[in-house]
């Protein structure tokens, strides 16, 4: 499985970003999906999943309420739509494709993007 993710960028706290994930040499529908960011220094979190359906989803509390995850199965493409960006939003994203069984722990996900950059200034 191979995964390609885009869509980061330079915003303004305050402002909006979505980002895509590209999923590919794979069933799709079989993974569930999810986002992780590693700021400088810091250790990879849980930011978002997304069940094969998409019908259950997971959110880390620091972003609950300003970002929402989906998924497009027919086009293999998982989202992470961000508003209301913070300063300490500012990370690399990576998207992760895993087993049903897969929850917010990042170990457990087997299949990795390459990672998007976000900045969000002040």
């Known amino acids: 499985v191979q995964l390609q993710a885009s869509g980061g960028g330079l915003v303004q706290a305050g402002g909006s970003l979505r980002l895509s994930c590209a999923v590919s040499?794979?069933?799709?529908?079989?993974?569930?999906v999810a986002w992780f960011r590693q700021a400088p220094g810091k250790e990879r979190e849980f930011v978002a999943l997304?069940?094969?359906?998409?019908?259950?989803?997971d959110y880390a509390d620091s972003v609950k309420g300003r970002f929402t995850i989906s998924r497009d199965n027919a086009k293999n493409t998982v989202y992470l739509q961000m508003n209301s960006l913070k300063p300490e939003d500012t990370a690399v994203y990576y998207c992760?494709?895993?087993?049903?069984?897969?929850?917010?722990?990042?170990?457990?996900?087997?299949?990795w993007g390459q990672g998007t950059q976000v900045t969000v200034s002040s």
């Open positions: 992760a494709a895993g087993s049903p069984r897969c929850g917010s722990s990042w170990s457990q996900f087997g299949a």
């Open positions: 040499g794979g069933t799709f529908s079989r993974y569930v």
């Open positions: 997304a069940t094969r359906n998409g019908d259950s989803t």
